[in-house]
C-alpha cells in the first residue's frame, strides 16, 4: 500500500495522452493503455508506466476512460476482461469518452452495483489543452464519485462543471455543447465558402468577422487552419459524423427534430466520403470548395 | 450656405433611428424620414429635423439610406421622388441596407452618373450600438466617397471595415456576416431546446455553454432573452427569412449550395409562420419548443 494516488488512463489519444501526461505532471502512479502499442511506448518513455491492466485493476484509485464512443466504454469497463469486477470497493471510473445520458446512467448502476463510483466526465477543450491540464470537464455525479476523482479533475481541468448528482447531466450538455461546435464548424466552412464566390478572401473573412456579431468560439479557432492550408488533424473530421449522430440518435429518441444539426452533419460525411476524416475539421470546407469550384490556400 | 454638415436619415427603424441620434449629437443639421410619421415626430421631439424631402435633396451633404432591402433603397434613389437627381454634385449617399453586392454595384454606377458619391456601407451591431454611435460599417466605395461620407461614419461606428474601392465588397461581407449570424441564432434554439429534453435547463445551458467551444457572439447576446422569457424586438424574427433570402439568392446566382443556411431560414420561416415575425428573433426557439412539447421559460 502506497499513499501515491494510482490511476489509469485507457485510451491514449489527443486526449487521453494529455490527460495521462496531466496526471504524470500531478505526482501520481500513471499506467496507460491503448490499442495502437507505440503510444503506451512513448508514454513510458514519457515516464508513464504499462503493465497488465487486468493484474493492477484492483489496486487503481481511479480508471480514466478516453476512449472512441458508448461501446468501447462498455468493453473495457465490463467486456471480457473487463477492469470494474477487478477494482476494489471505493475506487472511481472517470468516464471522459462522448456518450448518451442514458448510457451514462446505465454505466453508473452497474459499477455502483459493484461498489465501484462512477464519474461522468466528457471532457472539452482540444488537444493542447489537454496536454497542458486545461481541459473543461462537463461532470455529474454522487459527492462520493466527485471526491474519488478530485485528484484526476484537478490535474486535467482548468474547469469543472458540476452539473447534478447523478450521471447523465454531464453527458447530456457534452451533447448540447457538440451540437453546438460541430454546426458552427460547418457554418464557417459555408460562410468562408461562399464570401470567396463574391470576392471575400478567407484572410479577410478571418479579419473582419472575427469582430462581428456573426463570429463564434469555433470560427476563430478553426477558420485560420483554412488561411494557412494547415489540415493537421488537432481535432478531425471523422469526430463529427460520430458526435452529431449521437446527438441526433439522442434527438431521435426525444422525439426532438433538428434539422440544422442533419444538414451539418451531412457535409462532414461527404468530407469524410472524399478522403478527408484524418484531417483537421475544417477540411469540411473542401466539400463547399469543390461543389463550388474554388480553390482554397495551400491548394494547387 | 453654412458650415453645419447637413444630413438626411431615412428610415428611422430601429437602426436608423439610431444612426440619426448620433449624427445630432455630433452637431449636424440632421433631417429624419419615416413613412411611419410617428417615428418622425418622435426625431423631432428630440431636436432633429423634418421637412420635405425633395426640397432639401439639393442642400445634403450626404443621404443616409436605412430601408429594409434593395427595392426600397432603389426607390428613395431613383423612385418617382427618387433624391439622386435632386441631390448636388460631390454629395454623397450612404447606403446602410443588407443588398446583394451586384445591386450595391448598380447604384453606385447610376449614382456616379449623376456626379454622386456612393458609399456601400451595410451595418451590424444592432438598435442598442446603433443608438450609441457604436456600429460596425462594412464600408466599399471610393477614396472620394469615404472622404465625403467620413462625418457620418465617425458619428455612427465604432468600427469602419474599409474593404474596398467599389461598391459591392461591403455587402458581400454583409451576406457572409448575415449567413453566420442567422444560422447561429437558429442554432442556439435548436441547442438550447434540444437540452431541454434531456433535463439542462435554458439557465444552465447559458451558464455553462457560453464558456465551452459551443459558444457564439449570437448564443450570449441571444438566450439569455428565452431565459428571461423576453422576446422584446431588438432584432426581429422577420429579418432572416429576408437576409438570408438574399444570402441564398446571391448563393443560388454563384451556383453556390449553402445546405445549414437553407435549413436555418427554414426555421425562421416557420416562426414567422407561427405568428412571431415582430418579436425577437430568439423566437425562433418557439418553433423547436411547439414540435417537441416544450415549455420554454415566461410561458403558461
Chains 1, 2 share one sequence.
Not at 502512479?29 to 491492466?53: I, P, W, Y
Not at 469518452?97 to 461522468?120: Q, S, W
Not at 489540415?231 to 439522442?250: A, M, Q
Request: hydrophobic letters at 45%; one cysteine or more; glycine letters at 12%.
Amino acid at each position: 500500500m502506497t499513499d501515491t494516488f494510482k490511476t489509469a488512463v485507457i485510451g491514449l489519444g489527443s486526449m487521453g495522452y494529455g490527460i495521462a501526461q496531466s496526471c504524470l505532471r500531478a505526482g501520481f502512479d500513471v499506467h496507460g493503455f491503448d490499442v495502437v502499442t507505440s503510444q503506451m511506448e512513448r508514454f513510458q518513455a514519457e515516464g508513464g508506466a504499462g503493465g497488465d491492466l487486468a493484474a493492477i485493476a484492483g489496486s487503481l484509485d481511479a480508471a480514466v476512460i478516453v476512449v472512441l464512443n458508448a461501446a468501447q466504454t462498455e468493453e473495457v469497463l465490463f467486456g471480457d476482461n473487463g477492469i470494474v469486477p477487478a477494482m476494489r470497493e471505493g475506487a472511481v471510473v472517470v468516464a471522459c469518452a462522448t456518450v448518451p445520458p442514458e448510457f451514462a446512467r446505465e454505466m453508473e448502476a452497474r459499477c455502483n452495483a459493484k461498489g465501484i463510483h462512477y464519474l461522468d466526465a466528457p471532457i472539452s477543450g482540444g488537444s493542447a489543452k489537454a496536454a497542458r491540464g486545461q481541459l473543461s470537464i462537463m461532470a455529474s455525479g454522487s459527492s462520493a464519485a466527485f471526491s474519488a476523482a478530485r485528484p484526476v479533475l484537478e490535474a486535467a481541468a482548468e474547469t469543472v462543471f458540476e452539473l447534478g448528482e447523478t450521471a447523465g447531466q454531464g453527458s447530456a450538455m457534452k451533447a448540447v455543447n457538440q451540437l453546438l461546435a460541430g454546426v458552427h464548424i460547418a457554418t464557417m466552412a459555408e460562410a468562408l465558402t461562399f464570401g470567396m464566390t463574391q470576392g471575400v478572401t478567407p484572410e479577410k473573412f478571418v479579419e473582419v468577422i472575427s469582430k462581428c456579431a456573426g463570429t463564434s468560439w469555433m470560427l476563430e479557432n478553426r477558420a485560420p487552419h483554412i488561411v494557412a492550408g494547415d489540415y493537421t488533424p488537432h481535432s478531425s473530421v471523422n469526430i463529427w459524423p460520430k458526435d452529431l449522430g449521437i446527438v441526433l440518435d439522442i434527438a431521435k429518441s426525444a422525439q426532438f427534430s433538428a434539422p440544422i444539426t442533419a444538414a451539418a452533419l451531412q457535409q462532414f460525411v461527404a468530407a469524410a466520403g472524399m478522403g478527408h476524416g484524418w484531417e483537421d475539421d475544417a477540411a469540411v470546407a473542401k466539400v463547399y470548395a469543390r461543389n463550388a469550384g474554388l480553390t482554397l490556400p495551400g491548394e494547387e
